[in-house]
């Protein structure tokens, strides 16, 4: 049980570039998300999921696209990086249980993206 | 719009000594209220969490006080540890049943021999 995975580590992009930033659970959570994390700023919600075919905005989605074709997979797409994007890049995933909520985010080891 | 305000923004705390973060919010819509912990390089991790019902809840060393008129959460680390070095963020969930946390700006905690 691997929980959630992140891919790349570590990504240097040029202005304009475009990029995929990977992650999958391993736990068949319903609800995933993604969130960048800034010093000074905690960690803002940009995307999130709540079941395959289903994603919805946060309160930071300008220049970021996602999709959920499966349960496993929430992508997070970077259209044209911008300086702006330089950030530390989280995603987690939490199980929503009959009662439709859950208490526990599991975040992955985070993708640290340089935009030059 | 900061819904969550936290303090301070780092902290150094002898070995053995109390810390104490706190967390202010703004509207009372909200049904939990984590802490998360994050080692430097690593994920943020749930340490405890509370929900508006009870006042304190308290689990080994952590504990939190949760005082609902004042719209305010704290997180007190009894004697704590340099292994207790890390970042803390004390966070919100609103609306039961919509996963969204708003996160605090977090807290840099250092503990020194």
């Known amino acids: 049980n691997a929980g959630v995975t992140q891919t790349p580590k570590f990504q240097v992009l040029k202005t304009g570039q475009s990029m995929t930033l990977q992650c999958a659970q391993d736990?068949?959570?319903?609800?995933m998300s993604w969130y960048r994390q800034d010093p000074g700023m905690g960690l803002r919600l940009i995307h999130y999921?709540?079941?395959?075919?289903?994603?919805d905005q946060g309160e930071v989605p300008n220049g970021y696209n996602v999709s959920r074709s499966t349960t496993e997979d929430f992508p997070l797409r970077l259209l044209s990086a911008a300086p702006s994007q330089t950030s530390v890049y989280f995603c987690?995933?939490?199980?929503?249980?009959?009662?439709?909520?859950?208490?526990?985010?599991?975040f992955g080891p985070g993708t640290r993206l340089t935009v030059l | 719009q900061q819904q969550v305000k936290q303090s301070p923004q780092s902290l150094i705390v002898q070995k053995g000594g109390i810390s104490i973060i706190n967390c202010a919010y703004e509207n009372t819509a909200f049904d939990y209220f984590p802490w998360y912990q994050q080692f430097p390089g690593k994920g943020p991790a749930l340490l405890i969490a509370?929900?508006?019902?009870?006042s304190e809840k308290k689990e080994g060393r952590f504990t939190i006080s949760f005082n609902k008129s004042a719209k305010q959460f704290s997180l007190h680390i009894m004697d704590s540890q340099p292994g207790d070095s890390a970042t803390y963020f004390c966070a919100l969930r609103a609306n039961f049943g919509n996963e969204k946390l708003t996160f605090g700006t977090g807290t840099r905690l250092t503990i020194i021999p």
């Open positions: 509370i929900r508006p019902d009870v």
């Open positions: 987690a995933s939490t199980s929503l249980q009959t009662s439709g909520s859950s208490d526990t985010q599991y």
């Open positions: 736990m068949n959570h319903e609800y």
């Open positions: 999921s709540v079941g395959a075919g289903i994603t």
